[in-house]
């Protein structure tokens, strides 16, 4: 039975702390010898992240014990921290940066020397007589000064019997060293200052010789701020495969012989942007085919593509919000992904035999299904006649509905990046609010991975005006529709996300509240030196070069703008952020307290870019709610009434 209530009162049986403690993050799945490997980030464990490994017809077991955790912050987003070689797992500790070599069994080793954390290691490979491992280095000379980072490729005795030796440097940014199956080869991206890797980079290929220096040195593809390409890959038959966007759009590509040629032409995405180390949308099958993710208009798929007539099969798996993590061998493919009603999964599919098998689930809660709400993808008009994309999720609870005539207050939610996208996956988080009667809208605004280069570069020299006016147009588009109620818009996002909100809640009127989770206020400080080398020249494409576009960053800056605030505003903010670091958060809490405004600020001990701890998630989430219903005036028992200053 289902009782009238006003919406954003309704009981839920999803708690805070169900959120923050229910699940695990998945990512980065390994195939060797039939058994399967990946990561999983467990925040009851305070974000401590296990090395995993499912033997055939056996239960997943942790592989790296209590004392480890497996995480890198070369780019400071990491990712690519760990590899399998012949049973062998080699892996970057949290802690020390150090790399580690663990026996099936045994104690982890190190490999690499103490450095203090200031030598960081990522997306290693060893090669196939097990002499070198090579990976990505970045040095950290100085900790607080990123002016004097270096990154570089180099080779690492397996055993530790020796210091790291360069094999190549001379660039801002490398990744992704792929050596050929017979060990002779050596591709890898390469790229500079100010691009992003989507922007455009440059993959090159060498002859590998057995003391690991690089010859013959050519490159195959890429160009800087006009190709962009991703995961380079040998066949096992030698042949150099990679993604390119130099058509507009992410495909896929094989070089033979010193000809490049497009494997599946398609107005479709193969790749995706390069935030992480590891990424995988494609692997070799036994019989040359090659599995593969790729989406279109924001639905994803998994498919076989043969390289020799183009044909791309899609497998029509039940998940279709996908990770870009794919393994392959033989017959079989191991990959991340879920969707609405099904939370992450590690998956492994028998290409031959269409069978599936679920290794790990991120979630095991129990809620009924009626408290789930399923998305709709919505495509709304925007500015300048455009149309841009999102995922719509009403109000749903199975045993509350709200009065007639009433409709839903919505929170409008902007994803990351900004060169991010969101996706229509599980989440318990998105349930804690459409459970109890909140509607919500996750933009893909101009900018957005996954609709192309085009769609892509719409936020070119445009950051803080197209994003907003998309969330903006979201939100006005819903209320014209009757799906929300236009007095009650809210609008939250983290970190890029946290800037768009921060811009909607500074320089328009229409929303009644807003959270900003580690969002940028002042573009100046962060462009002068106020984050790390991989974003440190982000925003000469997202604003313009600087300090000739300083006039532009300027009126930018929310920071500047704070006359124009006239709603309450909530910012979370993490301690040991190095992307976005407090004093980004603490001006704008300077300038509410100057107007006073109502506002609160919470600024959580330890974190870092993201939260990690459950505990953390929990008090992030049960201010936001006291919060909202606060600003709206309706009691929520279910939470601790949040302080807030000025209301």
Known sequence: ?????????????????????????????????????????????????????????????????????????????????????????????????????????????????????????????????????????????DPDDPSGVTNELVAIAPNGSAEPAEIRSGRDFYSTPRISPDGSMLCWLEWDLPWMPWDGCEVYVAELTGDATLEHVRQVAGRAGEESIFQPAWSPAGDLHFVSDRTGWWNLYRDRAGEVQALHPAEAEFGWPQWQFGMSGYGFLGDGRIACIWEREGVQHVAVLDPESGELIDLDVAQTALRPWLAAEGDRVAFVGGGPSIPDQVVLLDVTARSIDVLRSSSAVDVDEG?????????????????????????????????????????????????????????????????????????????????????????????????????????RWLVDQGEVDGDRLLITGGSAGGYTTLCALTMHDGFAAGTSYFGLADLESFVTGGTHKFESRYLFTLVGPYPEEAERYRSRSPINFTDGISCPMLLLQGSEDRVVPPAQAEIMVEALKRKALPYAYLLFEGEQHGFRKAESTRLALEAELSFYAQVFGFERDDVPTLHIENL
Do not use: K
């Open 371 to 475: 408290y789930f709400s399923v998305p709709r993808q919505i495509e709304f008009p925007t500015e300048g006649g455009l149309t841009a994309f999102a995922h719509f999720y009403p109000p749903r609870n199975g045993e509350a509905t709200g009065a007639d005539g009433e409709r839903p207050p919505l929170i409008v939610m902007s994803h990351g990046g900004p060169t991010g996208e969101a996706t229509p996956g599980f989440s318990l988080e998105m349930q804690f609010w459409t459970s109890r009667g909140f509607a919500v809208v996750d933009v893909n605004y101009g900018g957005s991975s996954g609709f192309g280069r085009g769609y892509r570069q719409r936020l070119n020299g445009t950051w803080g005006i197209v994003d907003t006016a998309d969330c903006i147009n979201a939100a």
């Open 1 to 141: 039975m289902t009782h009238v209530a006003l919406y954003g009162t309704w009981r839920s049986p999803i708690s805070a702390e169900m959120v923050s403690l229910d699940g695990v993050a998945l990512s980065q799945p390994w195939l060797e010898s039939g058994s399967v490997y990946w990561q999983e980030r467990r925040p009851a464990e305070g974000g401590r992240s296990v090395l995993m490994h499912a033997a055939p017809f056996s239960e997943p077991i942790d592989v790296t014990p209590l004392g480890f955790n497996v995480r890198t912050t070369v780019h400071e987003y990491g990712g690519g921290a760990y590899l399998i070689d012949r049973g062998t797992a080699f892996f970057s500790n949290f802690a020390d940066q150090r790399l580690y070599r663990q026996e099936l069994g045994a104690d982890p080793v190190a490999i690499t020397p103490e450095s203090g954390g200031r030598n960081r290691y990522a997306d290693g490979r060893v090669t196939p007589d097990g002499r070198w491992l090579i990976c990505v280095r970045e040095r950290h000379p």
